[in-house]
């Protein structure tokens, strides 16, 4: 295979990237929607949401894999000229999805009640929490095929499809909800019980896309034996370096915890931030997977190779432009959150030390996507452990050191956005700097 010219790479770059962005949008907008409106219910529900959708997004960031295990193996076989088998693997990867999700949903509905009780909340938070809980479960092997799915159309390099479905699913899910809560009286359970329904709508409207795309190129719809074995074993691997970045998440969330109320609330504020400038680079990232996947599959090492230097530079350089808009608007962040000036003078230095890192997060993001569309999922897992072993102790050490206020907040954010980030793009960096990960073929 010939190499493409610059041009025609970014093209494919931005053409993969740009819908992918709005799909990544769109799926915190379902839980936006619900907060609006469970949040007109009163105090006691908003709470109750909160409990439910920490435990929710909790389950389904660590399931992320299924999206992230099916990509690079549907564009491998892509790209070795076998769509048919692309197909037939992204199909195994919904069925896996489906068999989890369901195991899921039984463990979590049985569990509900004793999950909510470990949180303390108060009687009532705590009854609609479970209300919430309890109906929500059932939408997770919903969520689970999106995931899949998703992964399917993405090593197709498709990427506007995803787009349109959730989308449509962001709307079904604002009118249900809107329909159960007001219009039937459910409250809350109307909440979940509308997002679940949209939910099963967007695995309809895939279900539909991928027996297409098994009639297209004679895939069977069957689960295969091969393909669901080799989805366990990478995703496994992608399961524990997901486990590896939630402990990291967990753990400074506990000594934000220990530093003051002010200063956890603070340091939510900034993680927010984080996480939404996290959706546009990780649209890179994901573009960076389905591209990198299909070159392999090709044997085009060459093509990889453009594709790793090209959007990595475009990673450091749009997070160098997001890390700008942050700090222009570090003054005023913490005021559009809370209206509280204390608050938005307590977490400026915070968000400051975030924008300096914005380029080093951008780089970081799309070698994590170029390692993924390559398969190499092991060396992610135990990488992932390797990257705790700085961090660990410099969070100790703010704990025992910052004290509280901006200060110590700063601190913090020196130890995620600096040691931890770092830590993370020294052992990626390394990684793609050798041609280990690129091993061709199917």
């Known amino acids: 295979m010939t190499a493409p010219a610059p041009e025609t790479l970014n093209r494919s770059i931005v053409r993969l990237a740009l819908p992918a962005l709005g799909a990544l949008v769109a799926e915190p907008l379902f839980l936006i929607v619900d907060a609006a409106m469970v949040g007109h219910l009163g105090v006691a529900p908003l709470a109750g949401l909160g409990i439910a959708s920490a435990v929710l997004q909790t389950i389904v960031g660590l399931m992320i894999f299924l999206a992230y295990s099916t990509t690079p193996a549907v564009a491998r076989r892509l790209g070795a000229g076998e769509p048919g088998r692309a197909v037939s693997a992204g199909i195994d990867g919904m069925w896996l999805a489906l068999a989890l999700g369901a195991v899921l949903a039984i463990a979590g509905s049985l569990t509900t009640?004793?999950?909510?009780?470990?949180?303390?909340?108060?009687p009532d938070v705590a009854d609609n929490a479970r209300v919430y809980l309890s109906i929500s479960m059932w939408g997770l092997p919903a969520m689970l095929v999106v995931f899949a799915a998703t992964g399917l159309l993405r090593g197709m390099q498709d990427t506007v499809t995803p787009l349109w479905i959730a989308g449509l699913g962001f709307g079904a899910n604002a009118l249900l909800n809107a329909l159960f809560i007001y219009g039937f009286g459910w409250g809350i359970?109307?909440?979940?019980?509308?997002?679940?329904?949209?939910?099963?709508?967007?695995?309809?409207?895939?279900?539909?896309?991928?027996?297409?795309?098994?009639?297209?190129h004679s895939a069977t719809l069957r689960p295969q034996r091969d393909g669901l074995g080799g989805t366990v074993r990478s995703g496994g691997w992608l399961f524990l370096r997901t486990v590896s970045l939630r402990i990291a998440f967990?753990?400074?969330?506990?000594?934000?915890t220990g530093l003051g109320s002010a200063e956890l609330a603070g340091w939510q504020i900034a993680f927010t931030i984080f996480s939404t400038a996290a959706f546009a680079l990780d649209a890179l990232a994901i573009a960076a997977q389905a591209l990198i996947g299909r070159s392999l599959g090709a044997r085009d090492t060459e093509?990889?190779?453009r594709v790793l230097r090209r959007t990595s530079a475009w990673g450091i350089w749009f997070g160098g432009i997001v890390g700008a808009v942050v700090a222009a608007a570090s003054g005023v962040i913490g005021l559009l959150f809370t209206g509280d000036p204390e608050i938005a003078a307590l977490i400026r230095p915070a968000l400051l030390v975030l924008a300096v890192a914005q380029p080093l997060a951008g780089f970081v993001f799309v070698l994590d996507g170029v390692l993924i569309g390559a398969g190499d999922a092991r060396y992610l897992a135990i990488a992932g452990v390797l990257n705790l072993v700085p961090y660990v102790p410099a969070l100790l050490l703010v704990a025992a050191l910052a004290g509280g206020g901006a200060s110590g907040l700063a601190w913090l954010a020196a130890a995620f956005f600096g040691v931890y980030l770092l830590a993370r793009a020294l052992t990626l960096g390394l990684r793609v700097r050798g041609r280990a990960w690129m091993t061709a073929g199917d």
């Open 113 to 122: 009640p004793a999950v909510v009780d470990l949180f303390g909340a108060a």
């Open 189 to 216: 359970g109307g909440s979940a019980f509308g997002t679940v329904m949209a939910q099963w709508g967007m695995v309809g409207a895939y279900v539909v896309v991928a027996r297409r795309l098994a009639r297209r």
């Open 250 to 256: 967990l753990a400074t969330v506990a000594v934000a």
């Open 303 to 305: 093509t990889v190779g």
